[in-house]
């Protein structure tokens, strides 16, 4: 597609399950993020792939949350075990690599899946 | 990572004045920044864009300015329209091409 799509829209899970989270980002582009967006609240980094280097996991909140990238295209967030502080909005974009400084790559935001967990 | 509440700054901005949205940034090494805007239910959308090595940049009824000394960003809209009604984030790019965003504001348009 032109876009980046996520997968699904909209998911409810009870406390305790596992749940995967899916991203295809636009074709060509290198660079792929994982945001968290609790109500009202701003974009909190999860974490960050580009290319074949090891993925910026730094913004993973506990050892419930990974993430992998298959084939350098398709993303998938995994939450296991999920509480209640996981629901909120996750949000997926894609940009093209870094070519040197000053370099534009704006990312490009899919709609987001909004997880509640009950 | 980065949270701010349930308490974002609003502007409130009557239709056709001008509107100024300000951000703080916190890495002085950042060498490019974005500005986007977050309607209800969608993700953020990409507006304008900004280097370092410029201060000022333009586009549709948009302005960017950058400040390096204090780290600042402001974002300034022209004739602002009800359909600009938002949250505007800014974001830095720090080492390598990871994207941190601001806290974001929001933006009310009255009639």
């Known amino acids: 597609g032109a876009g980046v799509s996520q997968s699904p829209s909209n998911k409810v899970t009870e406390k305790g399950k596992d749940v995967e989270l899916r991203c295809d980002p636009i074709s060509g582009h290198t660079a792929l993020y994982w945001y968290r967006q609790s109500l009202g609240q701003g974009l909190e980094f999860l974490i960050y792939?580009?290319?074949?280097?090891?993925?910026?996991k730094s913004g993973l909140p506990s050892d419930r949350f990974s993430a992998e990238r298959t084939g350098g295209s398709v993303s998938t967030l995994t939450i296991q075990r999920t509480q209640q502080e996981d629901s909120a909005v996750y949000l997926c974009?894609?940009?093209?690599?870094?070519?040197?400084?000053?370099?534009?790559?704006?990312?490009?935001f899919g709609q987001g899946t909004r997880l509640t967990v009950v | 990572g980065e949270s701010v509440g349930l308490h974002l700054p609003t502007l409130s901005v009557q239709e056709g004045d001008n509107s100024i949205i300000n951000c703080a940034y916190s890495?002085?090494?950042?060498?490019?920044f974005i500005w986007y805007k977050q309607e209800s239910g969608k993700g953020p959308q990409f507006i304008i864009d900004?280097?370092?090595?410029?201060d000022k940049r333009q586009g549709q009824r948009v302005t960017v300015l950058l400040n390096k000394t204090v780290k600042h960003l402001s974002l300034q809209i022209a004739a602002t329209q009800p359909g600009d009604s938002a949250v505007y984030f800014c974001?830095?790019?720090?080492?390598?091409?990871?994207?941190?965003f601001g806290a974001g504001t929001i933006l009310r348009v009255k009639s």
């Open positions: 974009a894609s940009s093209f690599p870094r070519t040197g400084i000053f370099a534009a790559t704006e990312a490009f």
């Open positions: 890495n002085s090494a950042s060498d490019y």
């Open positions: 900004i280097r370092s090595n410029m």
């Open positions: 974001a830095e790019r720090e080492y390598g091409n990871k994207l941190v």
């Open positions: 792939f580009q290319g074949n280097s090891a993925p910026d």
